[in-house]
């Protein structure tokens, strides 16, 4: 069992002392450690069952830290980071040699982040060291969007979690970096695609591919729950499995089934607003995932803004290349 608590001296002498914290940011939570310690490192790995070949993020307290461990910052993403910082993005920069080989899985630039969320961002001015942190989930699950969904897979192997409720955004950040002259987007998130578009010009998106050397966590199969997963025109897949009489659960942007039991459908958000529906959709995983449905069906959602991260998210966890 964690310990859960808002006392962030604790979080930090447990950090100081090479230790893991989980912590709370506005997308999910994170299961952090000192990023300039390999060792703390390593054991972040571990605890997540995390392959060694998936790089992690640092997190940082502000835009001014980043030059400690990043050689240069191309003008596009220094806008960005100066726009939507404290948020839901990521920058893939070139990296310092002050960052270990291990966070970064070798790679020459490391993912960096500055959070918003305000207990993570005084514990971040606290500690003189950047906090590596993935999702704190086992590796392949769902992320955890409050402390009781880490507390429920990760509490053997984390002391400490602190308390900052439920994420806002509910979504992990884009990720974001160049390729030549272009603004590369790797990873979908809780950043919409127009936002970084309306500030840097046209983006090119490579989240869909399945082999992309350059975000090798950016696997098919992640984000998974445990139970075969669905997605299709809800209709059509409700009356296939009640023909089948198997016990199924349906997860849908904004509507309800009247031949479906309560307890076996959720609506992300009533009124189709997708960042409502991001904010609730691991919870939402989370929870058909443990009831005693045997198969879990849902829907897309609209391509555009969110609709497209939750897409991806969906995807993934119905492991469609
Ligand atoms: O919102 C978030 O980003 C959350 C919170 C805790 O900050 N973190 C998160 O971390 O989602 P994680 O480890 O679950 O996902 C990070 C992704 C992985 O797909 C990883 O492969 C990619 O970022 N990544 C990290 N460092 C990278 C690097 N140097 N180059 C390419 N991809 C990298
Ligand atoms: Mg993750």
Redesign the pocket.
Known sequence: MAEIGKDISRAKKTLEAGGLVAVP?E????LAGNGLDPGAVASIFEAKNRPSF????I?VSSYLEIEKYVTVIPAQLGQLAERFWPG?L?L?LPRKSSIPDIV??G?D???I?V?DHPLTLKLLAEVDFPLA???ANPFGYI?PTSPAHVEAQLGERVSYILDGGKCKVGL??T?VGMEGEAVVI??L??LEISEIEDLVGPVVVKSHSSSNP?????LESHYAPTKPFFIGDLDELISKYLGQGVDFAVLSLDKSFSVLPFRNQIALSKSGDLKEAATHLFAAMRTLDESNAEVILAEWMPEAGLGLAINDRLRRAAAIG
Request: avoid cysteine.
């Open positions: 940011t997308t999910v939570y994170g998936d790089p992690l993020i997190h839901p990521t893939l970064t899985s790679l630039r490391v993912a982040r959070p942190a993935p999702s992320s992990e950040s990720i790797y990873r998130g809780g350059q975000a090798p966590g950016l």
